[in-house]
């Protein structure tokens, strides 16, 4: 065979791996019917509500996007809900923000923009502390039955808001009343506290190809 035909049929032997979508089907199909088989229902999980502190931290790309969408489920439910963003400047319209408007659903804009490029960190500081200030207060005020404290992380791991405070104020918070803080690098003593923890972590991100942020995707 020449090598003009051997090229030729280069792509033909260039195959993709077959379709298991039948082995894999099969397989599912026997573990879940063990696992519907083998279920017991717990006895000792409570009902009715408690409030939550819910945490989302890990590197990966989604911590705000799951608060926002915990949001919209609480706001579907009749909860009281406020979202307070601590990078983020208080004019910023991106477009949770423009869908939050038209819901009806209250936030707030508390930082400079990202901390990284402030030109003035001690001012970046003193807003995540009168941040948190308003935060708190209206986590303790009995108006809301859920608040969303977004990028929060950051301004406790540079100790701009003192651990102390914030254990106090989510300890004297309305036992009924849920908490959502999301932020990389969750100090260890918040994870303790907090009742649900999700790490969020990149196995694969756009933005290391080559691909810039896209509206409605990012922001």
């Given amino acids: 065979m020449t090598d ?6 280069a792509p033909e032997d260039a195959t993709t791996p077959p379709d298991d979508t039948a082995a894999r089907r099969e397989q599912a ?33 989604g911590k705000t996007t799951a608060a926002l969408g915990l949001m919209l489920r609480a706001h579907g439910r009749g909860l009281r809900v406020k979202m307070f963003q601590f990078l983020k400047h208080e004019s910023a319209k991106f477009g949770e923000h423009r869908t939050l408007d038209a819901l009806g659903i209250a936030y707030q804009g508390l930082g400079d923009g990202f901390t990284w490029r402030s030109r003035d960190l001690e001012n970046t500081a003193s807003l995540a502390q009168h941040g948190w200030e308003l935060a708190s207060a209206a986590i303790l005020s009995g108006e809301y039955d859920l608040v969303v404290l977004d990028e929060f992380t950051y301004p ?29 690098d969750a100090l260890p003593e918040l994870i303790a506290l907090a009742d649900t923890v999700s790490e969020v972590q990149p196995l694969k991100h756009a933005y290391d190809a080559g691909i810039g942020a896209q509206r409605g995707v990012e922001y």
């Fill in 4 to 9: 003009e035909a051997d090229n030729a049929a």
């Fill in 29 to 61: 199909m026997r573990e879940l019917t063990a696992a519907r088989d083998s279920h017991q229902k717990r006895e000792d999980i409570s009902k009715g509500r408690r409030g939550l502190v819910i945490v989302n931290t890990g590197n990966g790309k």
């Fill in 156 to 184: 406790l791991t540079y100790g701009w808001v003192a651990w102390a405070d914030v254990q106090a104020t989510l300890q004297a918070r309305d036992p009924l009343m849920h908490v959502v803080i999301t932020g990389r």
